[in-house]
């Protein structure tokens, strides 16, 4: 079992920054890829980007998530981040950070375990 709790999430305005935060109490945490999704109200599931296990650090990202979104990890912390910066309305989802054996997935499907999401609400 990989237990994922997801913080950071929030009110913010159109163009703040916000950090998420997905951090695990599970003893192989870095042996797991991890991805970032998101999903607004009446939409599906959205991938945004993903990094790979150990010290391989790999990071892939939905091509409508680069430039604005990053995606890091700390190991010795069992953390995975997401820096958003220059957030818009559009970007209102829960987000919910994932885990997989083996190299990154962009398909949802792929990640054995998911954190309980949190809101991130951007005003306009």
């Known amino acids: 079992q990989v237990p994922l709790v997801e913080s950071g999430g929030g009110l913010v305005q159109a163009g703040d920054s916000l950090r998420l935060s997905c951090a695990s109490s599970?003893?192989?945490?870095?042996?797991?890829?991890m991805g970032w999704f998101r999903q607004a109200p009446g939409k599906e599931r959205e991938f945004i980007g993903a990094i790979g296990w150990s010290h391989h650090n790999f990071t892939y990202y939905a091509d409508s998530m680069k430039g604005r979104f990053t995606i890091s990890r700390d190991n010795a912390k069992n953390t995975v981040y997401l820096q958003m910066n220059s957030l818009k309305p559009e970007d209102t989802a829960v987000y919910y950070c994932?885990?997989?054996?083996?190299?990154?997935?962009?398909?949802?499907?792929?990640?054995?375990?998911w954190g309980q999401g949190t809101q991130v609400t951007v005003s306009s």
């Open positions: 994932a885990a997989k054996v083996g190299p990154i997935a962009t398909i949802h499907h792929s990640y054995n375990y």
């Open positions: 599970g003893r192989t945490f870095d042996t797991y890829s």
